[in-house]
Each structure stands twice: as C-alpha cells, then as structure tokens.
C-alpha cells in the first residue's frame, strides 16, 4: 500500500496521484513523502520508474534482511536501516527500514504493516507541515532518530536483567543463573552485531554531503550518531556486568569447593584418630590396657569422645571451623 503526502507552508495534500508528483510541487520548499507498507514488487517498480530509482536499491527492498547500507546515485540516495524485534534463534531478529531521498522527496518502504518509527516522524509533519522547508534530510533525520529511540527500551531491559542476575547471583549461585547468564550475553552479542553497521551509516550521513540536495545535512545526524554511540556505552557496561557477574559465579563455586573440601577434611582427621585407637586395640596381644576391664567399652567411648572434642575445639581455636 502506497500512501502519498504533499507537504508545503500552505498546508497538506494526501493521496496526490504520482503521476502528477513534478507539477504538483509548485513551492521550493514542498516536501513529496510517499511512504510503502507491506511493498509489493509492482508498487517498488512503479515507483522506480516514476521516481528513476536504482534497480539495485529496488532489489535490497524486496530481499531479506541485509545489514544497512548507503547507496548514492546521481539525484538521490538510498539507505536501509535495522529495525530489532524479539525473535529468533537469538533472541533478537533485524527487520529493514528503507529509505530513499532526492531533492524534494522522500520514500519509506517498509515490508511490514507498519513502522513505528515512520509514523512518529509523519506525525510531527501532519502536525507541523511547515517544517518541510527544511529539505528531505530532516525528514530522514527525524525517522532515523525515532528508530534509535526504539533501541533505548530493549537496552535497558537488557541491563536491568544483567543487574538483577548480578544481585541474584551473589545470593545463591546455582546452574540455572548460569544458563540465564549466557542467554543475555548472547542475546548482548547479538544487538552488538545488528546495530554495528547501522552507527556506521549513521557516522556517514553525519559526515556526507549530497550534492543535489540543498542545505546544511551533516548537523542532522551528529545527535542521532551520538545516541548510537550511547547505545554502545550501555552495551559495553551490559557486558562488563556479565563478565563480573561470571567472576562472582566462579569465586562462588570455587568458595564453595573450599568448604566441602575443609569439612571434609576435618572429619577425615577426626576419624583418622579414632581408627587408630580402634585399630590399636584390635591387635592381637593378650596384654593390653583396659583390655580385661569390665568398664573397658565405656571407658574407650569416652576416651573417644573427649579426643573428638578436643580436636574440634583446636580447629574452632584455629578458625579452621
């Protein structure tokens, strides 16, 4: 579905026929924004045709997932961007925005039903049409700044999880945090890879100039890379949170070893002497001490008892306890 706006100072003109798209532009300062959802092939090549898209731009439309790029032709340019949804082996799936921009226009073609982020920057011009003078760019600067927004509430879940499992695993340490832990990396790693080539777009348009559109483009971009680079930040510390939360895991066990491995060696001590005396008076000699003794049993029960005591209060002596 294809859904055609006419922007300028006078007002907003919706569903304007494409065919008519030159003469209806009469102001300098018009803005054309045809934005495509659920495109079709025969939606992209009329388009192409009215519009003198590249077919290679057409062809990443259609294609699957693709990490963004950044096509210049002679009077226009065209970019995909990563829209992140939940999904996926991973976690996370990249879903494309795509965009094409001359010198009055702009097109949004996207391969679902809607893009949220197309929708916010279209309604700050159904508001404010007046903002078209500003040229195509800041209409791009506009969707690609409403998609970075959409990024800051999936990265923040992702670091709440990473400081809750943090906490979680200083309490107890067990198997299951474990597995939790290496299901965020992943899913950290994963955002790593579909947003790295998209800051690179972003550093690029805020660096770029296009010769057939006029006025200051670069100035757009700056704060848009800047959030991408935040972004960043916040997944660096996700991951360092992670990287310490597997050192407090291993300490956690190891600590753990430690104590199984000093009681078990305590009791093993604690036996040790007392299979000694035990040992001592199972050899056969005829002429032992107590041995004839009526009281002998009790006498060595007490013996034993009063050695195991001794011993556990040393090691409670020694703060081996």
Known sequence: MVKVYLFSKEGIKEDVPLEEWQSQMKEASCLLWADVRSAKRDELDHLAQLFNLHPVAIESCLDRYRRPHLYEF????????????????????????????????????????????????????????????????????????????????????????????????????????????????????????LLGPQRDILNELSRRDFPFIEGENKIYFQDTYNRMIRIFDMLDTVREILSGTMDIYLSSVSNRLNE?????????????????????????FTHLPWLTSPNAFRNMLLLMLAITAGMLWWFKRKDWL
């Open 260 to 284: 199984i491995v000093k009681v078990l060696t305590i009791a093993a001590t604690i036996l040790m002497t007392l299979a000694l005396i035990t040992g001592f008076y199972g050899m056969n």
């Open 74 to 193: 002679s009077d226009h340019f065209y970019i995909n961007l990563t829209v992140i949804k939940k999904g996926g082996a991973n976690g996370y799936r990249g879903a494309e925005l795509h965009l094409f921009a001359g010198a009055n226009w702009v097109i949004t073609v996207s391969r679902d039903s809607a893009s949220s982020a197309v929708q916010e920057a279209l309604n700050d011009y159904l508001q404010n049409p007046s903002i078209c003078d500003r040229g195509p760019m800041y209409a791009v600067y506009l969707i690609t700044e409403d998609l970075v927004e959409t990024y800051y509430p999936i990265i923040e879940s992702l670091d709440d999880s990473a400081d809750r499992l943090e906490d979680e695993m200083i309490e107890k340490a067990d198997k299951e945090l474990m597995k939790e832990l290496f299901l965020l990396k992943r899913h950290g790693y994963e955002l790593r890879k």
